[in-house]
T-cell receptor, first 113, second 112 residues
């Protein structure tokens, strides 16, 4: 069966510090991968998606970036965090031929102080 | 552009009460519609889906019918339990698109 992992689960970082969040998927190959952000009391905003290694599409211009160095690994990064980067970050995956089945990881709660 | 509008919460109900959470959408093409649930401190789980007009999605006692004429996909449950307390998200996916478009979420609190 497929599983999706995210780490860390929680993170507190000062403004201006770098960020690296990792997401890995097990039990499948060539998934589509997604990063979402959920700000406090708000809905989900798609940040990035990837249909293959090295292929990243950005939905919202910001100081975050994403990379996909391996087929089942998706990384969200920042060189300098802003207060507005605080939120709950969710990784998700789906199989390309089952477009309506999208599965979410447990999330990372980021607090920028 | 494509969008989803949900009723604002929180919705507070007593156990065994009837639940309705309204969801309407705007979309080009023929979207698939979804309800996701997020329990406290967790990621999202797919609750139910409907991929074409008049389809009814159902799971765990929850139901939602894809109404093309009213562009709606309201979530209902006949008798809620305390364990149903969570945030519920309505979402749509337009044909062959890569991304889900979510509503803002509705928090449900069920009291014993």
């Amino acid at each position: 069966s497929q599983t999706i992992h995210q780490w860390p689960a929680t993170l507190v970082q000062p403004v201006g510090s770098p960020l690296s969040l990792e997401c890995t998927v097990e039990g499948t190959s060539n998934p589509n991968l997604y990063w979402y952000r959920q700000a406090a009391g708000r809905g989900l905003q798609l940040l990035f998606y990837s249909v293959g290694i090295g292929q990243i599409s950005s939905e919202v211009p910001q100081n975050l970036s994403a990379s996909r160095p391996q087929d089942r690994q998706f990384i969200l990064s920042s060189k300098k965090l802003l207060l507005s980067d605080s939120g709950f970050y969710l990784c998700a995956w789906r199989l390309a031929d089952r477009y309506y089945e999208q599965y979410f990881g447990p999330g990372t709660r980021l607090t920028v102080t | 552009g494509d969008s989803v509008t949900q009723m604002e919460g929180p919705v507070t109900l007593s156990e065994e009460a009837f639940l309705t959470i309204n969801c309407t959408y705007t979309a080009t093409g023929y979207p698939s519609l979804f309800w996701y649930v997020q329990y406290p401190g967790e990621g999202l789980q797919l609750l139910l889906k409907a991929t074409k007009a008049d389809d009814k999605g159902s799971n765990k006692g929850f139901e939602a019918t894809y109404r093309k004429e009213t562009t709606s996909f309201h979530l209902e449950k006949g008798s809620v339990q305390v364990s149903d307390s969570a945030v519920y998200f309505c979402a749509l996916l337009v044909d062959s698109s890569y991304k889900l478009i979510f509503g803002s979420g509705t928090r449900l609190l069920v009291r014993p």
